[in-house]
T-cell receptor, first 115, second 117 residues
């Protein structure tokens, strides 16, 4: 079946450090892949997405590339800020059967950035 | 402004009581979803609806019920049969028909935190 595995946190970094949050997936077919971000006490916001192999999603300095050969969608940012402190979720969309369009989420990775 | 609203933000209920969480969207989206979030467990799907007057059970539907009488509304009732209802509940919606590329992004409301006393 479909599943998403992302690195467990918490991840603590100093401001301006390089960020990588690993995400790998198992899926039938060709799902779309997403990164969502959740700030404390809020809902999820879409950070970026990719819909096919080798696509790169990017937003606010974050990037992730859809790698079909390694079934990965790792999130990266070259220089994190204190305001990036949040929980990050990797997700894929089911693309078959009656549950088309449903998302499967990883467990989330909490990022804390220290000044 | 277009968006998804959930009310109330915080909800307290006594054991044995049913409670209904509101979710409204003015995005003209076809599909709507309810998720439950517990610490360290990510999001788990409770119910979803891809069209008005139709809905499907998700992965953890026991103890919950929904209705979809209007396109813009998808209320969730947490019944007394739900053994551990204290959690953060998130509603989401998605445009277009299932499976169509470009319409698989879900947009989330701000959430309702339910606490059972």
């Amino acid at each position: 079946g479909n599943s998403v595995t992302q690195m467990e946190g918490p991840v603590t970094l100093s401001e301006e450090a390089f960020l990588t949050i690993n995400c790998t997936y198992t899926a039938t077919g060709y799902p779309s892949l997403f990164w969502y971000v959740q700030y404390p006490g809020e809902g999820l916001q879409l950070l970026l997405k990719a819909t096919k192999a080798d696509d790169k999603g990017s937003n606010k300095g974050f990037e992730a590339t859809y790698r079909k050969e390694t079934t990965s969608f790792h999130l990266e940012k070259g220089s994190v800020q204190v305001s990036d402190s949040a929980v990050y979720f990797c997700a894929l969309s089911r693309n078959y059967g009656g549950s088309q369009g449903n998302l499967i989420f990883g467990k989330g990775t909490k990022l804390s950035v220290k000044p | 402004d277009g968006g998804i609203t959930q009310s109330p933000k915080y909800l307290f209920r006594k054991e044995g009581q049913n409670v209904t969480l509101s979710c409204e969207q003015n995005l003209n989206h076809d599909a709507m979803y309810w998720y439950r979030q517990d610490p360290g467990q990510g999001l788990r799907l409770i119910y979803y609806s891809q069209i008005v007057n139709d809905f499907q059970k998700g992965d953890i539907a026991e103890g919950y019920s929904v209705s979809r009488e209007k396109k813009e509304s998808f209320p969730l009732t947490v019944t007394s049969a739900q053994k551990n209802p204290t959690a953060f509940y998130l509603c989401a919606s998605r445009p277009g028909l299932a499976g169509a590329r470009g319409t698989d992004t879900q947009y989330f409301g701000p959430g309702t935190r339910l606490t059972v006393l």
